[in-house]
């Protein structure tokens, strides 16, 4: 257990709806990554965020997607008008302390559009 | 630009026997390696991290790999294959600190260990 939580665990949804995510990281670590994993592939970079700054987003976070972490603590991620593309594992991860970049992973939400 | 190329997609092997998951990476600068594992339905856990203290890393369950600059490799090994090391293993890079990017990981492909009886 790496003290990473994410809500919720699967979430199936038809195409067009809204859905969220949230994460819940360990709470005395300030940065913290979102990653999309596809079956069969390994996860992808999608945004990052410093405390409350997002700092970075991938090519791959379209408009449709935003991501939030209000007060620099749970970070929510948002996907509207949901396309069967989006089907996916979200994974949310905390940096380590080593200095190494090493990060800790929560369990992921599966998303299934319908 | 930094990535991870993981040589097999699957790799096969009898329980007891040893293990070998090839990843050969490219990287401007010394990077940060990690291998994580994957089990079926589960999260993904850091197995090891090259520190570049010792080119031998030595990770949790028994297993270790090498950092081989010259040869820009970091293969993954294990004396003696488990029923319970059956999972999907991601070689992954990341810039070192103090260089200009986020930290992001980049992930290979994944290999597939499958542990025959």
């Known amino acids: 257990d790496t003290g990473v939580s994410q809500n919720p665990r699967h979430k199936i949804t038809k195409r067009g709806q809204n859905v969220t995510f949230r994460c819940d990281p360990i709470s005395e670590h300030n940065r913290l990554y979102w990653y999309r994993q596809t079956l069969g592939q390994g996860p992808e970079f999608l945004t990052y965020?410093?405390?409350?700054?997002?700092?970075?987003k991938s090519r791959l976070l379209s408009d449709r997607f935003s991501a939030e972490r209000p007060k620099g603590s749970f970070s929510t991620l948002e996907i509207q008008r949901t396309e069967q593309g989006d089907s996916a594992m979200y994974l949310c991860a905390n940096l380590g302390t080593s200095g190494l970049y090493e990060q800790y992973f929560g369990p992921g939400t599966r998303l299934t559009v319908t | 630009a930094q990535s991870v190329t993981q040589l097999d997609s699957h790799v096969s092997v009898s329980e007891g026997t040893p293990v070998l998951l090839r990843c050969n990476y490219s990287?401007?600068?010394?990077?940060?390696l990690f291998w994580y594992v994957q089990h079926p339905n589960k999260g993904l856990q850091l197995l090891l991290k090259y520190t570049s203290a010792a080119t031998l890393v030595k990770g949790i369950n028994g297993f270790e790999a090498e950092f081989k600059k010259s040869e820009t490799s970091f293969h993954l090994t294990k004396p003696s294959a488990h029923m319970s090391d059956a999972a999907e293993y991601f070689c992954?890079?990341?810039?070192?600190?103090?260089?200009?990017?986020?930290?992001?990981?980049?992930f290979g492909q994944g290999t597939t260990l499958q542990v025959k009886p």
């Open positions: 965020f410093q405390n409350e700054a997002q700092l970075e």
């Open positions: 990287s401007s600068y010394s990077p940060s």
């Open positions: 992954v890079v990341s810039p070192p600190r103090g260089s200009s990017n986020t930290g992001k990981l980049i």
